[in-house]
């Protein structure tokens, strides 16, 4: 459990975190803003809550972290700036032929445990890494956010099948349900539901929360169930935040316009007014 302040922390750091998303999105000339806006709350809750260290990525004893649905990597490199695994000027090449930070989030990037982006391969990464540390008797937890669109693609499932068959409870698999992929909604492109009942067909232990609920978000990521890797679906809004672009399928993939960006920058300045 949090307590009220830890709650407000978050808000105020994950309110600036979007802010700072969509203004990236502006100055690099595009992004998937739809997905980057739904999964701020349950990024800025990993960092926060996994164990890492800026000053030496590759800390043996870190927990991993995958980003699958590897679009919606502006607002995670935001989250790596704001832990000084980035600098500003990282964030001013954003974009730029070359440069570190493109479309997709790559391993030259520190902090960064995969090149992800086609879809449908960080989940069996993560079950790989979470079965080598199993195997090792590490302590070391293992987290990859989906999308949910993303579960079209069929290697998911075999993956679930594998964390289950290893009994991988060092897995924790997180799904940005936002109930939209690229070109509409997920029940209309490729039907998931019942996917509380699919994952736990598959053998995990699954958890449905409000993906915008810090405290939702922080006692699932503290679940832990002998043997069974662990899903949470975390229900969200694609495009939170950004009042033009919430819930709209069009919004997958768009910059805002200056006007909008400056919408935006007024609605969380009262949001974070009105935070008690
Ligand atoms: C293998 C593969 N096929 C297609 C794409 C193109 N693509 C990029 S994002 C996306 C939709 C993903 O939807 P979802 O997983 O729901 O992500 P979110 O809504 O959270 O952005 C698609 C089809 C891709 N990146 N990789």
């Known amino acids: 459990m949090l307590n009220s302040q830890q709650i407000k922390n978050l808000k105020i750091q994950a309110s600036e975190i979007c802010e700072k998303t969509v203004e990236l999105i502006c100055s690099g000339g595009g992004g998937h803003i739809g997905g980057d806006l739904s999964e701020v709350d349950?990024?800025?809750s990993l960092f926060k809550y996994m164990k890492h260290d800026p000053e030496n990525p590759e800390w043996a004893d870190r927990d991993?972290?995958?980003?699958?649905?590897?679009?919606?990597?502006?607002?995670?490199?935001?989250?790596?700036?704001?832990?000084?695994?980035?600098t500003e000027e990282n964030l001013g090449n954003f974009g730029n032929?070359?440069?570190?930070?493109g479309g997709h989030p790559s391993k030259k990037i520190p902090g960064v445990e995969a090149n992800t982006g086609s879809l449908g391969h960080g989940l069996g990464l993560a079950t790989g890494i979470a079965l080598a540390l199993k195997k090792n008797n590490k302590k070391n937890r293992v987290f990859v956010?989906?999308?949910?669109?993303?579960?079209?693609?069929?290697s998911n499932w075999e993956?679930?099948?594998s964390a289950s068959k290893y009994k991988l409870d060092n897995l924790t698999w997180i799904v940005d349900r936002n109930f939209l992929q690229i070109s509409g909604t997920t029940e209309e492109v490729m039907p998931l539901e019942n996917l509380k009942n699919k994952a736990e067909a598959f053998?995990?232990?699954?958890?449905?929360?409000?993906?915008?609920?810090?405290?939702?978000?922080?006692?699932?990521l503290d679940t832990r169930v002998e043997n069974y890797p662990?899903?949470?679906?975390?229900?969200?809004?694609?495009?939170?935040?950004?009042?033009?672009?919430?819930n709209k399928a069009e919004w997958h993939h768009k910059t805002p316009t200056p006007e909008q960006l400056a919408e935006l920058k007024k609605d969380m300045a009262a949001y974070r007014e009105a935070l008690v």
């Open 203 to 220: 053998g995990f232990k699954a958890l449905d929360i409000n993906g915008h609920d810090f405290d939702q978000i922080f006692t699932a």
């Open 97 to 101: 032929f070359g440069a570190l930070l």
């Open 230 to 246: 662990i899903c949470i679906i975390a229900n969200t809004i694609k495009g939170k935040g950004l009042a033009c672009a919430e």
């Open 159 to 161: 993956a679930l099948m």
């Open 145 to 154: 956010l989906t999308g949910d669109g993303e579960l079209g693609e069929g």
């Open 42 to 44: 349950i990024l800025t």
């Open 64 to 86: 991993y972290f995958i980003l699958s649905k590897g679009h919606s990597a502006e607002a995670y490199y935001i989250l790596l700036s704001e832990y000084g695994y980035l």
